[in-house]
């Protein structure tokens, strides 16, 4: 269907002084009317655009997009919707310029249509997108949240056929769900004339959307305040407008409520009406269900699993408000793993890969965060387990090499990382005044080189599951001598612990700050030293022990939980300190329905924090004791265990149907296993 149609664009040199003195900042309505001859039907929409675009067929908003592109690859979207009998109206309304790491552009500019027209006599024309549709530019689009609507639509001119570099192909990933949410109660909110007023218009959840609203008044300008929950600095869109304007926000973010302030300047009223949100989200096409005796458990579940929903779109974002995306791969590794489990859904996770993959290879290795690049690794061995497709491997072979050359090159002799251009990230929190989103290196040389020797150690287990065993060895040797220094440099054995960087005094970097010259006994270094075993067994599980119950190790914030539940886990511990790490959660539910913040004192902090929904994967998983032995759920092994509780019902999705469980205490599990896997229960 698109090979007919061509990338149009407005002549942005007839209106480059108002898109220079926006920095850039470009938004277009594209429009075509066509009177159909014949009774329409059924129309099916082939639709791509850069950056994003907002469609609408006869007055119906049909969806938002692209699909995130890749360097030499943009991606389509399709609909198909019913066609009103005579006429067909198509509005697109355009933004060039990425607003956030979610999103990407090739730079030109454009969208791209196609229509097939189905009618009742079974036989269909094509509409496509050429030089002879519409487009007008729109100044009153300053930034992502200020809109003017004093300033006029430019006048409507002819597009323009824009060259555009990028191959076109049909999104890998399923089309976003989109649908209206409305307020309960929907009312129509009045501001009197010269005065201000302040209307709150409530909602189910935190929800992923575009806002939407109506006003009508003679001169008024309206702040919108975006606000994600109690307590939480809202985000502002700032409206200036006369007349009757329909607003729809340019940008998605999270929202359970929105503030709605009103400066009326006019001599009659201002009306505001028909307030909702456009939902905009991955599509859920399966979704694992838990419940137990624990009321408080299955709130706290069902809140993660409910705040992952919203950070799964065309990418994993680190939280809608943020959109975070590379510089927040281990919450979009952290994410993609928690939905095997919640959703059953790996399409995403190996979209993200790929355009991880793309990115890292492009800086060759080099992005702030540094700690957080390694997570990559982690990500591709997760996506092999669950689904047993080894083709990721070679396709991300190149940046793989790339990215732990990269790291080998900060290793001093001792065999740890030494030079890095940050430690970044270790955690959401501050230990004496030092934030450990960017550390200094006492606070987190060991944390990245216990992450590069996991990174290491997965490299080998991919070359060794490639029958390459000349790589699998190297990459093994690399891993031992990175562990062996990591033993020798940071643990203290004299108190049976390890602390966080040495205590060198080193100044301060472009990106990491000046080291205080003083030692750490960090919780964080010691959860990663007893999980990935970077001292001798049986010190590893000493700390183990004490990183459950020793409070002068200090705390960790929810992004890192997933580290400490899977240690605790892993070394039989859960049932004496699992439950108790897990209802930590419950105070999130409590503030803000599907919001989960980045700290536990989440006051100004923010929810919605993908990363933080490690309940989401290990409750169920804990409960069933669940083993993946053989990779894609060719065999599994279960070991089903209450932890106190008197019952719960456990449903997971797997590539082969459900697996679930009904256990009660006292009675043996009833447990249902697909056909196709393999198992054994303990």
């Known amino acids: 269907m698109l090979s007919d149609a061509k990338w149009i664009w407005l002549d942005e040199s007839a209106h480059a002084d108002g898109i220079s003195a926006h920095g850039g900042y470009c938004v277009a309505e594209i429009s075509k009317a066509y ?3 014949k009774t329409g039907v059924k129309l099916r929409v082939q639709v791509s655009a850069d950056t994003v675009y907002k469609l609408w067929i006869n007055g119906a ?25 005579d006429t067909l109206l198509i509005k697109a309304v355009v933004r060039k310029c990425p607003g956030s790491e979610a999103e990407s552009s090739h730079g030109e500019g454009g969208f791209i249509l196609s229509c097939d027209i189905e009618y009742d006599d079974g036989t269909v024309e094509n509409v496509c997108t050429d030089e002879k549709w519409d487009v007008r530019y729109l100044p009153c689009h300053i930034s992502d949240t200020e809109t003017d609507f004093t300033v006029a639509p430019c006048a409507w001119e002819k597009a323009v056929d824009v060259h555009y570099n990028a191959a076109l192909a049909k999104s890998p990933i399923p089309q976003l769900v989109e649908h209206i949410v409305l307020p309960d109660p929907q009312e129509m909110y009045v501001c009197p004339k010269h005065s201000m007023a302040r209307f709150c218009v409530a909602f189910p959840a935190l929800l992923i959307a575009y806002p939407m609203f109506s006003a009508d008044g003679d ?19 700032t409206i200036h407008a006369y007349g009757r304007i329909d607003y729809v926000s340019i940008q998605y973010t999270g929202v359970s409520k929105l503030i709605i302030n009103v400066v009326n300047n006019g001599k009659g009223d201002v009306k505001i009406f028909d307030v909702q949100l456009i939902r905009s989200e991955y599509p859920t096409i399966r979704k694992a269900a838990f419940s137990c005796s624990d009321e408080e458990l299955c709130s706290i579940w069902q809140n993660c699993v409910g705040t992952l ?39 995403l996770a190996r979209f993200d890969i790929l355009k991880l993959s793309e990115r890292i290879k492009k800086s060759a290795g080099e992005i702030e965060n540094s700690a957080g690049l390694l997570s990559f690794m982690p990500m591709i061995w997760d996506y092999y387990m669950y689904t047993g497709d080894a083709s990721l491997f070679e396709v991300t072979e190149e940046t793989m090499t790339t990215l732990l050359d990269v790291f080998d090159s900060y290793l001093s002799d001792a065999k740890i990382i030494d030079v890095p251009p940050d430690y970044a990230p270790v955690d959401n929190m501050k230990i004496d005044g030092y934030s450990l989103e960017n550390p200094p290196k006492a606070l987190g040389q060991a944390v990245i080189t216990a992450l590069y020797y996991k990174a290491l150690d997965i490299a080998s287990k991919i070359y060794a ?17 990175v562990k062996k220094g990591f033993e020798t440099a940071f643990f203290d054995r004299e108190r049976q612990l390890c602390f966080a960087g040495l205590a060198t005094k080193d100044k301060k970097t472009c990106r990491a700050p000046k080291n205080p010259g003083k030692k750490y006994y960090t919780r964080h270094v010691n959860v990663l030293a007893a999980l990935y075993g970077l001292c001798d067994s049986v010190s590893a599980k000493q700390i183990a022990l004490r990183i459950a119950t020793d409070k002068s190790l200090g705390d960790v914030q929810p992004g890192f939980m ?62 069933l004791g669940f083993e993946m032995v053989r990779p894609g759920f ?30 009660e205490r006292g009675k043996p599990a009833d447990i249902t296993i697909p056909s196709e896997i393999k198992y054994t229960i303990v």
């Not at 699909?67 to 198909?80: A, C, I, V």
């Not at 300008?221 to 985000?235: F, K, Q, W």
């Not at 390459?468 to 001598?481: F, G, P, V, W």
């Open 35 to 37: 009177r159909l001859m």
């Open 61 to 85: 908003f049909v969806g938002s997009g692209p699909t995130y592109p890749l360097d030499k690859m943009s991606f389509y979207s399709e609909y198909e919707i019913p066609s009103a009998p």
């Open 219 to 237: 001169d008024y300008e309206i702040t919108l305040e975006l606000v994600e929950g109690e307590d939480i600095p809202a985000r502002t869109e």
């Open 309 to 347: 929903e919203n950070c799964r779109r065309d990418s994993y974002i680190e939280s809608p408000t943020s959109k975070k995306f590379i510089s927040a791969i281990r919450d979009i590794r952290f994410e993609a793993l928690f939905s095997q489990v919640a959703f059953g859904d790996v399409s």
């Open 465 to 481: 599951e490639r029958g390459n065993n000349k790589l699998r060895t190297a990459y093994r040797l690399r891993a031992d001598a």
């Open 562 to 623: 997933a580290y400490l539940l899977e240690t605790v886990l892993r070394y039989g511990l859960f049932e004496k300190h699992g439950m108790k790490l897990i209802r930590r959660w419950k105070d999130f539910g409590d503030k803000c329905k599907n919001g989960v913040g980045r700290e536990w004192d989440s006051e100004g902090k923010g929810f919605g924090y993908g990363g933080g929904c490690a309940p989401a994967y290990y409750l169920p998983l804990a409960l």
């Open 634 to 663: 060719e065999e599994i092994k279960l070991a089903p265990h209450l932890y106190g509780l008197e019952s719960a019902n456990i449903s997971i999705p797997t590539p082969y149907g459900y697996i679930t469980a009904n256990m």
